[in-house]
């Protein structure tokens, strides 16, 4: 595995009392992996010139969480040479609105790529929102044709950001992926369905177990997991009894808990008991520097995709 990607721990954070443990975990550094591919789309991008590709973000609302993801995306597309817009619309738009604009952005041959950052406001439904936008310029992977090529195993569509992330990841630290026993907890449509279609396609051939918040005896299952893939939304549902000793676990967790000690007010925690689970694992992601990384440089990537499909 490449060894500026993977930090190698030899004192994990122990309980107090308990002594130093000595074990063969290593945290994947999420940045440095995520770093190797922008570089690797900045090249590309330089090559394409004239053509600039140009994606254009649709922000609803003020939600503190998507302010900082949407301009890590933009300052990252600034980075790798990629033009990026950003259209920031209050919560009251109506679906009309909203709809429409997505439609005039649709015919816009000067915009490659369209990404409505979630959460939405109430009134509107996701799926529908997604769904208006051209699979073409489909950079997130959110829409039914995305997600139907995504199980048809077609390679003419983007794979979402999150889910292509954690397989990419997998892949650049060496982990084995065929015929282990991949479990994702979560079957949300922006992680864990299409995390678990891309495990199974033909090529990564996991076997695959996608349990949810009515999955009975969960952590009998999580303990079978060779990888053991983290996307509820709750903070430490994961704890060192759910994890087999040499597990690969990657957490997709992003959570902002309070913290009074914080400039900011709160800290980033992930869906894993990082402290206690991390011992007991071969690779672990941290939260912050995990997947987060991963999903902005895999944006890039599909970004450069679409612009690569479309007529000069
Ligand atoms: N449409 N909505 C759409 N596409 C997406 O791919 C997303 N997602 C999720 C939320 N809504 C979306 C993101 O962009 C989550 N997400 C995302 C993106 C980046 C990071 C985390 C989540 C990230 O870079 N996290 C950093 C820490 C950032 C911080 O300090 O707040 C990390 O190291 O994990």
């Known amino acids: 595995m490449p060894p500026d990607t993977v930090q190698n721990s030899t004192s994990v954070p122990s309980k107090k009392g308990s002594p130093a ?10 940045n440095a992996i995520a770093r190797q591919i922008i570089q690797e789309v900045r090249e590309k991008v330089a090559s394409l010139a004239p053509l600039v590709p140009h994606v254009v973000f649709i922000r609803i609302g003020e939600d503190p969480a998507s302010i900082s993801y949407v301009s890590k995306k933009q300052k990252t597309a600034a980075e790798v040479g990629i033009k990026s817009t950003l259209e920031v619309f209050p919560p009251s738009i109506s679906r009309e609105e909203l709809l429409a604009r997505i439609g005039t952005l649709n015919a816009d041959p000067s915009v490659h790529g369209i990404l409505v950052q979630a959460p939405l406001p109430p009134q509107l439904n996701a799926t529908e929102v997604f769904n208006h936008i051209r699979p073409q310029k489909d950079v997130d992977g959110f829409t039914s044709t995305s997600l139907g090529c995504l199980a048809q195993e077609l390679p003419n569509a983007f794979p979402a950001c999150t889910p292509a992330g954690i397989v990419e990841l997998l892949k650049r630290t060496g982990t084995p992926i065929a015929g282990k026993h991949a479990v994702v907890v979560g079957r949300s449509l922006i ?17 695959v177990t996608l349990c949810h918040s009515r999955t009975r005896n969960l952590a009998d299952l999580t303990r079978q997991a060779d990888i053991l893939i983290a996307a509820t939304g709750k903070p430490n549902l994961i704890t060192a009894n759910m994890v087999k000793e040499g597990a690969v676990v990657i957490d997709v967790g992003v959570n902002r808990v309070p913290d009074a000690t914080k400039k900011n007010g709160y800290r980033l925690v992930g869906d894993v008991d990082f402290e206690n689970v991390a011992p007991k694992t071969a690779l672990i992601t941290p939260v912050p520097g995990g997947v987060g990384p991963m999903t902005v440089a895999m944006l890039m990537r599909n970004t450069l995709a679409a612009a690569l499909a479309s007529p000069l």
């Open 21 to 30: 443990q000595k074990n063969t975990m290593a945290t994947i550094d999420g």
């Open 191 to 207: 992680v864990g369905k299409p995390v678990a279609l891309l495990l199974l396609a033909k090529g990564n051939d996991a076997t």
